[in-house]
């Protein structure tokens, strides 16, 4: 089990590396991109950013969530 654990938090920390070089690179290209390859790669690299990011995103409660009543008894 703790071998299947350290395996997954292995490929976790790979998807995370992957994920930080290609906002380098879409850095790069934003700062020398010129060419039209160069711009159909930023599209592929924002698809592939933004999927990481949803798939790391924390679903959060709904803005209009009224917090619940504290009811006080004596």
Do not use: C, G
């Not at 976790?12 to 590396?17: F, S, V």
């Not at 790669?41 to 009543?69: D, F, G, S, T, V």
């Amino acid at each position: 089990m703790t071998e299947i654990n350290a395996t997954s938090a292995q490929a976790e920390q790979m998807r995370e590396i992957e994920y930080l070089q290609m906002i380098e690179r879409f850095d790069q290209l934003w700062a020398s991109a010129t060419s039209e390859h160069d711009q159909q790669e930023m599209q592929r690299l924002i698809i592939l950013i933004e999927q990481h990011e949803k798939k790391r995103e924390i679903p959060a409660e709904p803005a209009n969530k009224l917090p619940e009543p504290r009811i006080q008894t004596v």
